[in-house]
T-cell receptor, first 114, second 113 residues
Framework: EPEVTQTPSHQVTQMGQEVILRCVPI?????FYWYRQILGQKVEFLVS????????KSEIFDDQFSVERPDGSNFTLKIRSTKLEDSAMYFC????????????FGAGTRLSVL | RKEVEQDPGPFNVPEGATVAFNCTYS??????FFWYRQDCRKEPKLLMS???SGNEDGRFTAQLNRASQYISLLIRDSKLSDSATYLC??????????????FGRGTQLTVWP
């Protein structure tokens, strides 16, 4: 069964450092998303991406965040200067085909900012 | 304003029990409705989509009432493997946007032997 894959599974970084979280969406999907979940809280939308541009972003997705599809398979989330409060689980999702409203999630990257 | 609100739980039930989860959403423009389940420290996994006509998948039945902006999930004959957090999720896609999923905080279910 096709799946969304994310790397790394766990990223530890120092405050102020840049991190790049990587995702490989399901191969025939065209719509890509990032969400985050702070420990003990609900899953929150960050950004959606289609046709090589951002479709929508939330108030969380400020200038410190950026997304990119550098090639035909990867979708990345960059945080330029991490803050302690960026510590969370980051989930990539993709959708497409006949049911583009159904989003499938990767296993996530746990980001720990020290 | 909370977009999606769910029963706070937790629910602790014996195997074989029937358990119901409820959810309300605030945005009347919401287009799609789902129940996801999330195991501890794992990703959300789609359990089922929810339709106005109601839909059933084995032991699971979901209902949507657009007028009341209310969504429900019923699990019959609970199994130990049903233990998880159940997330009520709505999507506001439409127009020029892909839409975004709004998640409830989830209701934790523990099924005991």
């Amino acid at each position: 069964e096709p799946e969304v894959t994310q790397t790394p599974s766990h990223q530890v970084t120092q405050m102020g450092q840049e991190v790049i979280l990587r995702c490989v969406p399901i191969s025939n999907h065209l719509y890509f998303y990032w969400y985050r979940q702070i420990l003990g809280q609900k899953v929150e939308f960050l950004v959606s991406f289609y046709n090589n541009e951002i479709s929508e972003k939330s108030e969380i997705f400020d200038d410190q965040f950026s997304v990119e599809r550098p090639d035909g398979s990867n979708f990345t989330l960059k945080i330029r200067s991490t803050k302690l409060e960026d510590s969370a689980m980051y989930f990539c999702a993709s959708s497409g085909g006949l049911a583009k409203n159904i989003q499938y999630f990767g296993a996530g990257t746990r980001l720990s900012v020290l | 304003r909370k977009e999606v609100e769910q029963d706070p739980g937790p629910f602790n039930v014996p195997e074989g029990a029937t358990v119901a989860f409820n959810c309300t959403y605030s945005n009347s423009a919401s287009q799609s409705f789902f129940w996801y389940r999330q195991d501890c420290r794992k990703e959300p996994k789609l359990l089922m989509s929810v339709y106005s006509s109601g839909n059933e998948d084995g032991r699971f039945t979901a209902q949507l009432n657009r007028a009341s902006q209310y969504i429900s999930l019923l699990i019959r004959d609970s199994k130990l493997s049903d233990s998880a957090t159940y997330l009520c999720v709505v999507n506001t896609e439409g127009g020029s946007t892909l839409g975004r999923l709004y998640f409830g905080r989830g209701t934790q279910l523990t099924v005991w032997p």
